[in-house]
Protein backbone atom coordinates (compact mmCIF):
# COMPACT_ATOMS: atom_id res chain seq x y z
CA UNK A 1 0.00 0.00 0.00
CA UNK A 2 1.27 3.47 -0.94
CA UNK A 3 0.81 6.52 1.35
CA UNK A 4 3.37 9.94 0.73
CA UNK A 5 5.03 11.24 3.35
CA UNK A 6 3.01 14.65 3.23
CA UNK A 7 -0.13 12.67 3.81
CA UNK A 8 1.03 11.09 6.76
CA UNK A 9 2.88 14.25 8.55
CA UNK A 10 -0.50 16.59 7.65
CA UNK A 11 -3.04 14.08 8.42
CA UNK A 12 -1.67 13.56 12.17
CA UNK A 13 -0.82 17.24 12.70
CA UNK A 14 -5.01 17.75 12.19
CA UNK A 15 -5.56 14.64 13.84
CA UNK A 16 -3.67 15.77 16.70
CA UNK A 17 -5.01 19.29 17.01
CA UNK A 18 -8.91 17.66 17.08
CA UNK A 19 -7.74 14.58 19.36
CA UNK A 20 -5.73 16.97 22.06
CA UNK A 21 -2.52 14.82 23.75
CA UNK A 22 -0.07 17.52 24.73
CA UNK A 23 3.78 17.76 24.26
CA UNK A 24 3.78 17.02 28.19
CA UNK A 25 1.67 14.04 27.71
CA UNK A 26 3.48 9.97 28.03
CA UNK A 27 1.68 8.18 25.46
CA UNK A 28 1.46 4.67 25.24
CA UNK A 29 1.58 3.06 22.11
CA UNK A 30 0.33 -0.55 21.17
CA UNK A 31 3.22 -1.78 19.07
CA UNK A 32 0.53 -4.32 16.79
CA UNK A 33 -0.93 -0.70 15.10
CA UNK A 34 2.34 0.46 14.11
CA UNK A 35 2.32 -0.81 10.56
CA UNK A 36 -1.25 0.69 9.68
CA UNK A 37 -1.45 3.98 11.62
CA UNK A 38 2.64 4.99 12.33
CA UNK A 39 1.88 7.27 15.08
CA UNK A 40 4.78 7.12 16.93
CA UNK A 41 6.88 8.06 14.05
CA UNK A 42 4.95 11.12 13.02
CA UNK A 43 3.78 12.61 16.31
CA UNK A 44 7.09 13.19 17.49
CA UNK A 45 8.01 15.22 14.36
CA UNK A 46 5.32 17.42 15.37
CA UNK A 47 5.13 17.29 19.34
CA UNK A 48 8.14 16.08 20.74
CA UNK A 49 6.22 13.68 23.14
CA UNK A 50 7.23 10.95 25.54
CA UNK A 51 5.98 7.67 23.77
CA UNK A 52 7.01 4.08 24.66
CA UNK A 53 5.61 1.30 22.86
CA UNK A 54 3.88 -1.96 24.45
CA UNK A 55 2.81 -5.34 22.86
CA UNK A 56 -0.81 -6.94 23.80
CA UNK A 57 -0.56 -7.86 26.94
CA UNK A 58 -2.84 -9.21 30.18
CA UNK A 59 -5.12 -7.12 32.19
CA UNK A 60 -2.69 -7.20 34.65
CA UNK A 61 0.40 -6.48 32.76
CA UNK A 62 -1.34 -3.55 31.07
CA UNK A 63 -2.40 -2.12 34.37
CA UNK A 64 1.26 -2.79 35.47
CA UNK A 65 2.79 -0.98 32.08
CA UNK A 66 0.59 2.30 32.70
CA UNK A 67 1.73 2.59 36.57
CA UNK A 68 5.34 1.96 35.66
CA UNK A 69 5.48 4.40 33.11
CA UNK A 70 2.75 6.82 34.22
CA UNK A 71 1.35 6.63 30.66
CA UNK A 72 -0.94 9.19 30.45
CA UNK A 73 -2.62 8.66 27.06
CA UNK A 74 -3.10 5.64 25.13
CA UNK A 75 -3.24 4.88 21.71
CA UNK A 76 -4.43 1.05 20.38
CA UNK A 77 -7.23 -1.08 20.35
CA UNK A 78 -9.73 -1.67 22.99
CA UNK A 79 -8.86 -4.67 24.49
CA UNK A 80 -6.48 -3.35 26.91
CA UNK A 81 -9.08 -0.76 28.35
CA UNK A 82 -12.15 -2.77 28.52
CA UNK A 83 -10.34 -6.08 30.10
CA UNK A 84 -8.50 -3.25 32.47
CA UNK A 85 -12.04 -2.21 33.66
CA UNK A 86 -13.42 -5.41 34.02
CA UNK A 87 -10.45 -7.00 35.79
CA UNK A 88 -11.28 -8.04 39.55
CA UNK A 89 -7.53 -6.50 40.44
CA UNK A 90 -8.80 -2.87 38.61
CA UNK A 91 -8.20 -1.06 42.10
CA UNK A 92 -4.87 -2.47 43.36
CA UNK A 93 -2.89 -0.63 40.36
CA UNK A 94 -1.96 3.30 40.26
CA UNK A 95 -3.78 4.29 36.99
CA UNK A 96 -4.43 8.63 38.05
CA UNK A 97 -1.94 9.39 35.28
CA UNK A 98 -3.99 8.09 32.38
CA UNK A 99 -6.43 10.58 31.44
CA UNK A 100 -7.72 8.63 28.57
CA UNK A 101 -7.35 7.09 25.40
CA UNK A 102 -7.47 6.73 21.32
CA UNK A 103 -8.92 3.70 20.71
CA UNK A 104 -9.30 2.37 16.80
CA UNK A 105 -9.68 -0.67 15.28
CA UNK A 106 -12.73 -2.35 16.58
CA UNK A 107 -16.39 -1.39 17.52
CA UNK A 108 -17.06 -0.63 21.07
CA UNK A 109 -20.64 -0.58 22.18
CA UNK A 110 -22.28 2.69 23.40
CA UNK A 111 -22.81 0.89 26.93
CA UNK A 112 -19.40 0.09 27.36
CA UNK A 113 -17.92 3.68 26.17
CA UNK A 114 -19.97 5.01 29.21
CA UNK A 115 -18.32 2.32 31.25
CA UNK A 116 -15.31 3.49 30.17
CA UNK A 117 -15.39 7.14 30.31
CA UNK A 118 -16.77 7.23 33.48
CA UNK A 119 -12.75 5.79 34.64
CA UNK A 120 -11.13 7.56 31.38
CA UNK A 121 -13.22 10.90 31.12
CA UNK A 122 -10.72 11.74 28.01
CA UNK A 123 -11.52 8.66 26.00
CA UNK A 124 -12.05 9.61 22.10
CA UNK A 125 -12.77 7.26 19.19
CA UNK A 126 -11.44 7.53 15.90
CA UNK A 127 -12.89 6.33 12.82
CA UNK A 128 -11.09 5.14 9.63
CA UNK A 129 -9.36 2.11 7.91
CA UNK A 130 -5.81 1.60 6.49
CA UNK A 131 -6.89 2.58 3.41
CA UNK A 132 -7.71 6.06 4.67
CA UNK A 133 -6.52 6.49 8.26
CA UNK A 134 -7.37 9.44 10.46
CA UNK A 135 -11.09 9.88 8.65
CA UNK A 136 -13.11 11.03 11.62
CA UNK A 137 -12.95 11.61 15.53
CA UNK A 138 -14.93 12.36 18.28
CA UNK A 139 -13.43 15.32 20.37
CA UNK A 140 -14.20 16.56 24.34
CA UNK A 141 -14.24 20.66 22.83
CA UNK A 142 -16.50 19.60 19.71
CA UNK A 143 -18.51 16.91 20.21
CA UNK A 144 -21.40 16.40 22.95
CA UNK A 145 -21.34 13.91 25.82
CA UNK A 146 -23.87 11.90 23.76
CA UNK A 147 -21.70 11.84 20.51
CA UNK A 148 -18.72 11.27 21.94
CA UNK A 149 -20.75 8.02 23.35
CA UNK A 150 -22.51 7.17 20.26
CA UNK A 151 -20.91 8.45 17.37
CA UNK A 152 -17.88 7.68 15.69
CA UNK A 153 -16.79 11.37 15.40
CA UNK A 154 -16.58 13.75 12.69
CA UNK A 155 -14.19 14.68 9.54
CA UNK A 156 -11.01 16.01 10.55
CA UNK A 157 -10.77 19.17 8.65
CA UNK A 158 -8.34 16.87 5.57
CA UNK A 159 -11.29 14.94 5.17
CA UNK A 160 -14.47 14.38 3.53
CA UNK A 161 -17.15 12.04 4.31
CA UNK A 162 -20.11 11.23 2.28
CA UNK A 163 -23.12 8.26 2.96
CA UNK A 164 -24.28 7.30 -0.15
CA UNK A 165 -27.16 4.14 -0.94
CA UNK A 166 -26.41 1.44 -3.09
CA UNK A 167 -26.68 3.71 -6.60
CA UNK A 168 -24.25 5.92 -5.39
CA UNK A 169 -26.48 9.03 -4.40
CA UNK A 170 -26.08 10.64 -1.44
CA UNK A 171 -29.06 10.09 1.31
CA UNK A 172 -30.54 12.48 3.72
CA UNK A 173 -29.02 13.46 6.83
CA UNK A 174 -30.08 10.38 9.38
CA UNK A 175 -30.40 7.88 6.91
CA UNK A 176 -28.58 4.80 6.67
CA UNK A 177 -26.03 3.96 3.74
CA UNK A 178 -22.10 3.24 2.86
CA UNK A 179 -19.82 5.31 4.46
CA UNK A 180 -16.88 6.74 1.86
CA UNK A 181 -13.80 8.94 2.64
CA UNK A 182 -11.68 11.29 1.07
CA UNK A 183 -8.91 13.44 1.32
CA UNK A 184 -4.95 13.58 1.32
CA UNK A 185 -5.08 10.94 4.37
CA UNK A 186 -6.04 8.08 2.04
CA UNK A 187 -3.86 5.58 0.40
CA UNK A 188 -2.95 5.71 -3.37
CA UNK A 189 -3.29 2.46 -4.26
CA UNK A 190 -2.50 -1.24 -3.28
CA UNK A 191 0.85 -1.72 -3.89
CA UNK A 192 1.31 -2.99 -7.92
CA UNK A 193 -2.30 -4.19 -8.26
CA UNK A 194 -4.27 -1.01 -9.85
CA UNK A 195 -7.34 -3.78 -10.46
CA UNK A 196 -7.71 -4.12 -6.65
CA UNK A 197 -7.59 -0.26 -6.15
CA UNK A 198 -10.07 0.24 -8.76
CA UNK A 199 -12.44 -1.18 -6.43
CA UNK A 200 -11.78 1.08 -3.06
CA UNK A 201 -11.00 4.02 -4.65
CA UNK A 202 -12.80 5.68 -7.28
CA UNK A 203 -11.47 8.30 -9.71
CA UNK A 204 -12.60 11.22 -8.16
CA UNK A 205 -10.39 9.55 -4.65
CA UNK A 206 -13.72 8.41 -2.90
CA UNK A 207 -12.41 5.41 -0.69
CA UNK A 208 -15.02 2.49 -0.14
CA UNK A 209 -14.52 1.73 3.54
CA UNK A 210 -17.31 -1.05 3.52
CA UNK A 211 -19.16 0.02 6.34
CA UNK A 212 -22.81 1.23 6.87
CA UNK A 213 -23.15 4.51 9.09
CA UNK A 214 -25.54 7.65 9.18
CA UNK A 215 -25.29 11.34 9.55
CA UNK A 216 -26.22 13.65 11.86
CA UNK A 217 -26.96 17.64 11.62
CA UNK A 218 -23.29 18.19 12.76
CA UNK A 219 -21.51 16.04 10.61
CA UNK A 220 -21.16 13.05 13.71
CA UNK A 221 -20.83 9.81 11.94
CA UNK A 222 -22.88 6.72 14.09
CA UNK A 223 -21.55 3.18 12.43
CA UNK A 224 -24.05 0.97 11.88
CA UNK A 225 -22.21 -2.39 10.93
CA UNK A 226 -19.95 -3.80 7.86
CA UNK A 227 -21.80 -4.05 4.75
CA UNK A 228 -20.85 -7.41 4.02
CA UNK A 229 -22.19 -8.58 7.82
CA UNK A 230 -25.79 -8.02 7.13
CA UNK A 231 -27.95 -10.61 8.17
CA UNK A 232 -31.43 -11.72 6.26
CA UNK A 233 -34.02 -11.79 8.90
CA UNK A 234 -35.09 -14.98 8.82
CA UNK A 235 -38.81 -14.68 8.35
CA UNK A 236 -39.67 -10.92 6.40
CA UNK A 237 -36.42 -10.74 4.04
CA UNK A 238 -35.60 -7.59 5.98
CA UNK A 239 -32.01 -6.76 5.63
CA UNK A 240 -31.11 -6.34 9.64
CA UNK A 241 -27.85 -4.99 10.64
CA UNK A 242 -26.26 -6.60 13.98
CA UNK A 243 -25.72 -3.82 16.11
CA UNK A 244 -28.73 -3.48 16.70
CA UNK A 245 -28.43 -7.03 18.42
CA UNK A 246 -24.50 -6.64 19.44
CA UNK A 247 -25.81 -3.01 21.57
CA UNK A 248 -28.02 -4.61 23.45
CA UNK A 249 -25.56 -7.84 24.04
CA UNK A 250 -22.36 -5.62 24.90
CA UNK A 251 -24.83 -3.48 27.73
CA UNK A 252 -24.74 -6.70 29.80
CA UNK A 253 -22.24 -6.12 32.11
CA UNK A 254 -20.98 -9.59 31.98
CA UNK A 255 -20.42 -9.40 28.10
CA UNK A 256 -17.13 -8.78 27.31
CA UNK A 257 -17.53 -9.18 23.37
CA UNK A 258 -19.94 -10.30 20.86
CA UNK A 259 -20.85 -11.18 17.39
CA UNK A 260 -23.48 -12.03 15.13
CA UNK A 261 -23.41 -14.73 12.63
CA UNK A 262 -26.21 -15.79 10.17
CA UNK A 263 -26.54 -19.49 8.98
CA UNK A 264 -28.63 -19.92 5.87
CA UNK A 265 -31.24 -22.67 6.73
CA UNK A 266 -34.25 -24.17 4.26
CA UNK A 267 -36.93 -23.77 6.64
CA UNK A 268 -36.51 -19.76 7.93
CA UNK A 269 -33.90 -18.18 6.02
CA UNK A 270 -30.89 -16.86 7.57
CA UNK A 271 -30.50 -18.53 11.69
CA UNK A 272 -29.53 -15.74 13.77
CA UNK A 273 -26.82 -16.57 16.56
CA UNK A 274 -25.48 -14.59 18.95
CA UNK A 275 -21.92 -15.46 20.19
CA UNK A 276 -20.31 -14.01 22.96
CA UNK A 277 -17.22 -14.03 25.21
CA UNK A 278 -17.95 -13.15 28.65
CA UNK A 279 -15.84 -11.37 31.74
CA UNK A 280 -13.46 -13.06 33.71
CA UNK A 281 -15.78 -13.64 36.70
CA UNK A 282 -18.62 -14.24 34.63
CA UNK A 283 -20.99 -16.98 35.75
CA UNK A 284 -23.96 -16.38 32.83
CA UNK A 285 -25.61 -19.15 31.46
CA UNK A 286 -26.47 -19.29 27.63
CA UNK A 287 -29.95 -19.89 28.54
CA UNK A 288 -29.97 -16.90 31.14
CA UNK A 289 -28.45 -14.78 27.98
CA UNK A 290 -31.21 -15.57 25.86
CA UNK A 291 -33.89 -14.57 28.54
CA UNK A 292 -31.76 -11.43 28.81
CA UNK A 293 -31.56 -11.00 24.69
CA UNK A 294 -35.61 -11.84 24.38
CA UNK A 295 -36.11 -8.73 27.04
CA UNK A 296 -34.04 -6.59 25.11
CA UNK A 297 -35.32 -6.71 21.69
CA UNK A 298 -38.06 -6.02 19.61
CA UNK A 299 -38.87 -9.29 17.94
CA UNK A 300 -37.21 -8.21 14.22
CA UNK A 301 -34.09 -8.40 16.04
CA UNK A 302 -34.61 -11.62 18.25
CA UNK A 303 -31.78 -14.22 18.09
CA UNK A 304 -32.45 -17.76 17.52
CA UNK A 305 -29.21 -18.62 19.78
CA UNK A 306 -27.11 -17.52 21.68
CA UNK A 307 -23.49 -18.96 22.20
CA UNK A 308 -20.70 -18.49 24.67
CA UNK A 309 -17.02 -19.23 23.87
CA UNK A 310 -14.49 -19.38 26.47
CA UNK A 311 -12.68 -17.15 23.67
CA UNK A 312 -13.41 -16.01 20.38
CA UNK A 313 -11.18 -16.81 17.19
CA UNK A 314 -9.04 -14.34 16.35
CA UNK A 315 -6.71 -13.18 13.41
CA UNK A 316 -4.14 -11.39 12.30
CA UNK A 317 -1.82 -8.47 14.03
CA UNK A 318 -4.62 -6.53 15.06
CA UNK A 319 -6.33 -9.05 16.72
CA UNK A 320 -9.35 -9.17 15.43
CA UNK A 321 -12.39 -11.67 15.80
CA UNK A 322 -12.06 -14.39 12.50
CA UNK A 323 -15.60 -14.14 11.30
CA UNK A 324 -14.52 -17.04 9.14
CA UNK A 325 -13.38 -19.72 11.99
CA UNK A 326 -16.86 -18.21 14.36
CA UNK A 327 -18.93 -19.39 11.56
CA UNK A 328 -17.11 -22.78 11.44
CA UNK A 329 -17.51 -23.21 14.79
CA UNK A 330 -21.20 -22.25 15.25
CA UNK A 331 -22.01 -24.35 12.24
CA UNK A 332 -20.05 -27.14 13.96
CA UNK A 333 -22.31 -26.34 17.39
CA UNK A 334 -25.72 -26.46 15.36
CA UNK A 335 -24.55 -29.64 13.81
CA UNK A 336 -23.72 -31.24 17.40
CA UNK A 337 -27.55 -30.10 18.43
CA UNK A 338 -29.23 -31.04 15.52
CA UNK A 339 -27.53 -34.59 15.88
CA UNK A 340 -28.23 -35.22 19.45
CA UNK A 341 -32.06 -34.05 18.96
CA UNK A 342 -32.15 -37.31 16.41
Known sequence: MQRTPYARLHTMKENLGV??????????????????YNYDDDICLIMAPSTVN??????????????KER???YLGMPFELINTVNSPDFDKYDLSTLRGAILVGHLISSALKTRMREVFPDLQTAYGSTEAVGGAATSAVWSTKEQQISSAGF???HAEVKIVDS??????????GEIFLKGWHTFWGYWRDPEMTRQVKDP???????????????????????????VKFKHMGVGVYPSHI??????HPEVAEAKVIGVPTDNIGDMICLCVQLTPSST?????????????????????NCFIFQELPRTGFRNKVSMTKLRELVIQRLDREAENKQ
Not at 167 to 176: D, L, M
Not at 209 to 227: L, Q, S, W
Not at 284 to 303: A, C, G, H, P, S
Request: glycine fraction near 8%; aromatic fraction near 8%; include cysteine.
Open 71 to 73: ITW
Open 54 to 67: TDNQSAKEFMEFVE
Open 155 to 157: SFP
Open 204 to 230: DGWVKIGDIGKMDETGHITYVGRAAEC
Open 19 to 36: LGPVADDVSGLLQNIRPI
Open 246 to 251: LNAAKA
Open 167 to 176: NGVIVPIGSE
Open 284 to 304: LTEDQLKDYMDDQLLDVYRTD
